[in-house]
């Protein structure tokens, strides 16, 4: 249902959501089985007893894509992921919020048994003394725009449909940004840090720069991850839906093209197009 939804707001130009209209059913019913939702929509001041609810699919762009074992930990020394990030191979690809709720049950209390080895003691060093640049002002306003732009590029293509072409060209936009981001000078000092270092603020707004910039840069990063994954895996898995497509090509005309969905339904198009 989500990727009929997706598709059909895709081939509308303004349309940003479809409606769920619980009218049919009785009020009665409707109050003893969704009582959460009546409240969300209230709060939001839908009345789902004369109105229908706008919808739309949500994001799931990492279902199970981080692979732990039996204890939780990552490949990365130090780092455990618990939950719906988790690829704890209890329940393969179907990543139902039941299921993610029996892992964190299980799979948190085997946290909870961990043996935690006391840090190795880092030396401290010079706290690095930050004043707002003249620079800084100008730069702001361009990683506010990245980040406003970011979550509306990873829907559309890392989101439920995904293709080998969109894919490439959002990792090319995202390096881009990466790259953009790092030429400016209010990143120097997140890049430049020395581990266990501080930084102390002079300026007036120059922490809420900073974090503004470290958030962007760490968003980046993870798109960047989200987006080369996806291009690797080559089979649909969950709700996330993988098309190949191929054409055939005779006396230099597209005389059959093959669009699959892979692991779910095979569509073939004859029809040749420029």
């Not at 049919?24 to 409240?39: G, H, Q």
């Not at 949500?58 to 988790?86: F, P």
Request: charged share 20%; hydrophobic share 40%; with cysteine.
């Amino acid at each position: 249902m989500s990727r009929a939804i997706f598709h059909y707001l895709q081939s509308q130009k303004t349309q940003t959501n479809v409606y769920l209209d619980l009218r049919p059913i009785k009020p009665e019913k409707i109050r003893y089985r969704f009582p959460n939702i009546i409240r969300v929509c209230q709060k939001w001041g839908v009345d789902v007893f004369r109105e229908p609810i706008p919808v739309a699919p949500a994001a799931h762009y990492w279902m199970g894509g981080v692979q732990v074992d039996l204890n939780n930990a990552t490949s990365i020394d130090g780092l455990y992921a618990i939950g719906e990030t988790a690829s704890t191979g209890v329940h393969g690809a179907n990543r139902l919020a039941s299921n993610s709720l029996l892992e964190c049950l299980v799979f948190a209390a085997q946290l909870s048994k961990l043996n935690v080895n006391s840090p190795v003691p880092m030396k401290k060093t010079a706290d690095l003394v930050m004043n707002n640049h003249e620079q800084w002002d100008q730069e702001i306003p361009q990683i506010r725009e990245i980040r406003q732009a970011l979550p509306q590029l990873m829907w559309q293509s890392a989101g439920i449909s995904r293709t080998q072409t969109v894919l490439k060209t959002a990792i090319a936009k995202v390096s881009l940004w990466q790259q953009q981001i790092k030429s400016f000078s209010v990143s120097e000092p997140i890049l430049n840090l020395s581990p266990n270092q501080s930084i102390k603020f002079e300026g007036a707004t120059a922490q809420a720069y900073l974090r503004t910039c470290s958030e962007t840069i760490n968003l980046l990063d993870i798109a960047y991850l989200i987006l080369n994954s996806a291009l690797f895996r080559t089979e649909s898995r969950g709700d996330i839906i993988v098309k190949i497509i191929l054409t055939l090509v005779s006396n230099g005309q597209n005389i059959l093209s093959f669009v699959i969905i892979v692991g779910r339904q095979v569509r073939l198009t004859k029809k040749p197009w420029c």
